[in-house]
């Protein structure tokens, strides 16, 4: 599992794009999607199949969602790759990199078939 | 003439730590609070795309995914996920700012570029809610 360390710039690039998505836009979507409009707080253009498919039939914001869900995976996996080690686990950093890398990449492409097919 | 090497691998003292290190001070248990509050991402990214592979499932299956998202474990959930989220993104503004002044990349005062990472937050998040907004 050499490729996991010889990759490295790739994880980190990864995870600092990430990280900065998900710092600049999770919260609100967060807030909107699971909390006011459940509470209804406010209404969403995603509240209704109609304008959901509407709103996502539009390149751009399919070409957003794919962007800010996989980044954000691979942002969290490489925290999941570090955690162990921070937590003084005895697992192999590799393998758990390797397990975390692989499952963000599988969310990665599952998001980009998902969404393109979803309108 | 005999060459001295240095030992392949040096025995030296390792310092032990207990698993419990970060409940030492109130710094490390922030330092670990930030690293776990973008585990709690994931999940959000998993139902989000959840919801939108729900739309292939034609109205009926929509309504009833957007019916259930009412339901207090779901609002408990959303809760407990932005309050990490928010404990990322502002620990993340601040690392931000920390890192480009020791990458030199940006020279400014470190609190400038923290106010320009809020600003630029906040922008973002206004754009994102006038797309979102303007349901029925």
Do not use: C
């Not at chain 2, 003292?13 to 419990?20: G, K």
Request: glycine fraction near 8%.
């Amino acid at each position: 599992m050499q490729w996991i360390s010889r990759l490295e710039v790739l994880w980190w690039s990864l995870f600092a794009a990430g990280g900065t998505l998900a710092a600049l836009l999770l919260p609100v979507h967060i807030f909107l999607n699971n909390v006011a409009a459940p509470l209804g707080w406010v209404s969403l253009r995603t509240d209704t199949y109609e304008m959901a498919t509407s709103l996502l039939g539009n390149p751009l914001v399919k070409a957003y969602l794919i962007v800010l869900l996989a980044l954000t995976m691979y942002h969290a996996v490489h925290r999941v790759r570090l955690l162990p080690e921070e937590l003084l686990l005895p697992l192999h950093e590799r393998a758990v990199g390797a397990f975390a890398y692989g499952l963000a990449t599988a969310f990665a492409v599952a998001a980009i078939i998902i969404v393109i097919m979803a309108s | 003439m005999s060459v001295a090497h240095r030992p392949v691998k040096a025995n030296a003292y390792q310092r032990r730590f207990p698993r419990t290190w970060w409940l030492a001070n109130q710094r490390y248990l922030l330092f670990m609070v930030r690293e776990v509050s973008s585990l709690f991402l994931a999940p959000f990214a998993v139902l989000y795309l959840v919801q939108i592979a729900v739309l292939a499932g034609g109205p009926d299956g929509y309504g009833g995914f957007i019916d259930a998202t009412a339901s207090p474990g779901w609002i408990a959930f959303g809760v407990i996920v932005l309050a990490f989220a928010l404990v990322h993104s502002v620990t993340w503004m601040f690392q931000s700012a920390s890192i480009f002044m020791q990458l030199g990349m940006l020279r400014a005062p470190r609190a400038l570029l923290i106010v320009l990472g809020f600003l630029a937050w906040i922008g973002a998040s206004v754009l994102v809610a006038l797309v979102l907004l303007g349901g029925e």
